[in-house]
């Protein structure tokens, strides 16, 4: 059970921004959020996490809703190397030690 | 780049036999874990090691076991192979038991 729910697949135009959105009604307070992409014929790859507030590094923006239930992962400028499976994942690092339990993602194309 | 490794990239084996797969973590990371994805799936965790101890486990049966090492490389070995164990499995790592795993690009098991 991956405790959260995506979109199967989302498009985007090169350049332009993307909003990948994440439910995780059922989260509990020390569930962290993390975001995984796959790109074809890789291992994922880490993107951002975060608890409460958002983040922002130099792949991404994760905007926390303020009741926790929600996430989106902001893509500022899509390129095309950014075609890949988005993964949301709701991480525990008490009992679960940390393990990534992950759904089917979003599959995100770009188009130039 | 990750600097994680994994060996062999591909292989086939037939139904009943055995397989061991290797991954050759980051320089520095004591957690490893593997993951199991099908085509068309996200990866399903198999289980994790820190410090050469086993602390957690996903879904598997006894026939999916595993090592790690004292330099903190790791292996993967499944017994009496079934059909359905073909996939492509990932190791990755990480420093301690929380933050960002890194992957491995995987091996592709195929059984016949």
């Known amino acids: 059970d991956a405790k959260t729910t995506q979109p199967n697949s989302m498009e985007s135009n090169e350049e332009e921004p993307v909003h990948l959105p994440c439910n995780h009604s059922?989260?509990?307070?020390?569930?962290?959020i993390h975001w995984y992409r796959q790109l074809p014929s890789q291992g994922p790859e880490y993107v951002i996490h975060?608890?409460?507030s958002n983040v922002n590094n130099r792949m991404a923006s994760l905007a926390i809703a303020e009741d926790r239930k929600s996430s989106t992962l902001i893509l500022h400028r899509a390129t095309l190397r950014d075609a890949a499976v988005y993964y949301c994942?709701?991480?525990?690092?008490?009992?679960?030690?940390?393990?990534?339990?992950f759904g089917k993602g979003t599959k995100l194309s770009v188009k130039p | 780049e990750t600097g994680v490794t994994q060996s062999p990239t591909h292989l086939i084996k037939t139904r009943g036999q055995q397989v061991t797969l290797r991954c050759s973590s980051q320089?520095?990371?004591?957690?490893v874990s593997w993951y199991q994805q099908a085509l068309g799936q996200g990866p399903q965790f198999i289980f994790q090691?820190?410090?050469?101890?086993?602390?957690g486990r996903g879904n598997f049966p006894p026939r999916f076991s595993g090592l790690q090492f004292p330099n903190y490389s790791s292996e993967l070995n499944v017994n009496a192979l079934e059909l359905d164990d073909s996939a492509l499995y990932l190791c990755?790592?990480?420093?301690?038991?929380?933050?960002?795993?890194?992957f491995g690009e995987g091996s592709r098991l195929t059984v016949l």
């Open positions: 994942i709701r991480v525990n690092y008490g009992g679960s030690q940390g393990n990534l339990i």
């Open positions: 975060g608890l409460t």
């Open positions: 990755a790592s990480r420093l301690g038991v929380a933050g960002e795993l890194f």
């Open positions: 059922t989260i509990s307070g020390t569930d962290y």
């Open positions: 090691y820190y410090r050469e101890e086993e602390n």
């Open positions: 320089s520095g990371h004591n957690t």
